[in-house]
């Protein structure tokens, strides 16, 4: 009898614990009207920043974009005064599991990989909690969208590009089959301290692994060539499909966002995914600039997993991690931001890309690197991005540059539906004031 009141003891614990983690904020409600704000300093990033200018959108796209005011505006267009604020494009987070995992400690709250070395069939969108209550402390930083990424495994599965609003999965996703993850095996020994095999153990299962990867690939695509009624349904082999190359060599519809950090594994990377004609993307790359011409000659972007890091080697210089988004530019490399941490800190996305800003990067790529660089990479930029017509109505109003740390995102639509910007963060905040004003300590 006492240890089934424990155990419910445990689960009443469990469970309330998930209870306050979800979201608590109310979705948006669709886009009713015309919206037109004025008077700011609009940057749209695809182009120079306008003075005084003004962004006009209705039924979820941006219709138009310029200095003053539009020569036509509908009767029933909500004005909004931007004097003194800037008006920029919805950061997207390019690596998150954020949505994924909640509470760590909390087994019933991740969701993050499946049991097993190859999980292609997995698709990041269907495990997204909706309710997450990570989703309102992103938006208040003006994260409006992001790459949510499984992991485990050498194929974790299939990245979603998620809108960060929405009563389910369906109404946020973006794309849910955005990239196929893969973690490339590593290269060469590993001689830390903490690794207990040795040289010749870890090249017979770096053998290994690179042979079961090179096999898997190899019999999706002899399942994907085989007629249809000679073959039974395999889901796993099936998924590889929009990954492989097609009939007579077409490319591969959507990427594999290949995790590789080591200048080795990268190199070892990139080969191995030009070999069997795929879209690779580095994710990580701390070395990818020792390796910038073959990242060119293959035209492979990186994404960086933030700045906010130790160097790697004894000999690196202290700031090798808050440096690697400048060399990559000076490189001509192309790649974005991410935070690299977990999804409780992707509100810190912005404060990443202000990092590298600070170590030689110009501070409009370190801009774009969260906004239209990450949609061109993640090939959605016909859609996100930018302050262009015809794109989503996904951006914010901030009080000032979008990237200093001291800036306070006051307004956000996405799809051009007005987002509530409350959170629990908000929520304890006034919780607390009110302590305080009960107390004297500060005046009502």
Not at 211 to 225: I, T
Not at 337 to 348: C, V, W, Y
């Amino acid at each position: 009898m006492k240890r089934a009141r424990v155990a419910l003891g445990v689960m009443a614990a469990t469970w309330c614990g998930i209870a306050h983690a979800q979201d608590v904020v109310h979705k948006a409600p669709a886009q009713s009207r015309p919206v037109l704000i004025t008077g700011g300093r609009v940057v749209p990033v695809s182009g120079p920043a306008i003075e005084n200018g003004y962004v006009l959108f209705d039924r979820g796209r941006i219709v138009g974009v310029g200095a003053g005011v539009p020569r036509e505006v509908p009767p029933n267009t909500e004005r909004i005064d931007a004097t003194g604020r800037q008006v920029f494009p919805g950061f997207i987070s390019a690596g998150t599991e954020m949505g994924l995992v909640e509470i760590p400690t909390t087994r019933a709250t991740v969701d993050n990989n499946e049991v097993g070395d190859f999980n292609p069939e997995v698709m990041a969108s269907t495990a997204v909690n909706p309710d997450s209550a990570l989703f309102p402390v992103a938006r208040q930083a003006g994260v409006l969208s992001a790459l949510v990424m499984p992991s485990g495994g050498r194929i974790a599965g299939r990245a979603s590009l998620m809108r960060l609003d929405g009563w389910t999965t369906t109404d946020m996703t973006i794309e849910s089959q955005a990239g196929l993850v893969i973690t490339m095996p590593m290269v060469r020994p590993v001689t830390d301290w903490w690794m207990n095999r040795s040289d010749d153990e870890q090249r017979k299962a770096i053998d290994r692994n690179l042979d079961e990867l090179d096999r898997f690939f190899d019999d999706a695509a002899a399942y994907l060539a085989a007629p249809a009624e000679s073959k039974e349904f395999d889901q796993r082999l099936e998924a590889m499909r929009m990954f492989l190359p097609g009939p007579a060599g077409t490319p591969p519809n959507r990427p594999v966002f290949i995790i590789a950090s080591e200048m080795e594994q990268i190199t070892s990377a990139v080969t191995w995914a030009a070999g069997r004609g795929l879209r690779p993307v580095i994710v990580g790359g701390r070395d990818a600039p020792l390796v910038a011409e073959l990242l060119k000659a293959h035209d492979v972007p990186v994404i960086v997993q933030g700045t906010q890091g130790f160097p790697r080697r004894d000999d690196s210089p202290y700031d090798d991690a808050y440096t690697l988004p400048a060399r990559l530019e000076a490189a001509g490399v192309r790649w974005c931001m991410a935070t690299g941490d977990e999804g409780p800190n992707e509100r810190n996305l912005p404060l990443h890309a202000a990092r590298a800003a600070a170590y030689g990067l110009a501070p409009a790529a370190a801009l774009r690197s969260v906004t239209l660089s990450t949609a061109e990479i993640l090939g959605v930029a016909e859609q996100l991005g930018s302050l262009d017509p015809g794109k989503s109505a996904t951006l914010f109003i901030a009080s000032g540059d979008a990237l200093e740390p001291s800036t306070k995102v006051e307004a956000a639509w996405i799809d051009g539906k007005r987002i509530d910007l409350a959170s629990r963060h908000t929520q304890f905040y006034e919780k607390y004031l009110e302590k305080y004003r009960q107390l004297g300590i500060i005046p009502r």
